[in-house]
């Protein structure tokens, strides 16, 4: 299945953008693959849905260990356990970053909302999403990796209404 990289790479973009600039953690970039594997194998697992003229969801995962890295990061103190707050804050990361990212999408998908973060935690997490295929990376950092999983699509439906 072909996948748009015009409609990935705002995500890839945002989520180096974030670590970088907001959280100062230096991040280094994996390729980037395409893929209809659906699944994940991290433990914590932070998924956004994307509505409007662009569908499909975007899910940011990574082992308890980086998750309560990160939230110490974002929170400014020790996280242990991965408590409330700490969740909070993770689901505020996706949001942040997906949020970035949508802003920098063409002009011609100016209608795109997202659904609140949802966190999904686990072992062989399986996420579905029908007929849709995935771009898929991974950025290392000195506090553990985050795999970005991105599944979108330009909503035709939505179009060819617009164009009634």
Do not use: H, W
């Amino acid at each position: 299945m072909m996948i748009s990289s015009e409609l990935s790479m705002p995500f890839i973009t945002a989520t180096s953008d974030f670590l970088t600039m907001e959280l100062g953690i230096p991040a280094t970039q994996a390729p980037v693959t395409e893929s209809g594997q659906q699944g994940t194998s991290q433990e914590l697992n932070i998924l956004v849905g994307i509505t409007g003229m662009i569908n499909g969801q975007v899910i940011y995962s990574m082992s308890a260990g980086t998750a309560k890295n990160i939230a110490a990061v974002m929170l400014g103190r020790s996280v242990q356990p991965l408590d409330r707050n700490a969740q909070s804050a993770l689901c505020e990361l996706g949001n942040m970053i997906t949020g970035m990212a949508t802003s920098r999408f063409d002009v011609r998908y100016t209608e795109v909302a997202l659904t609140p973060p949802s966190l999904i935690a686990g072992n062989n997490i399986f996420i579905s999403v029908l007929k849709m295929g995935y771009i898929y990376t991974s950025f290392a950092t000195e506090i553990g990796n985050i795999d970005v999983t991105i599944a979108t699509r330009e909503n035709t439906m939505l179009k060819q209404a617009d164009a009634v």
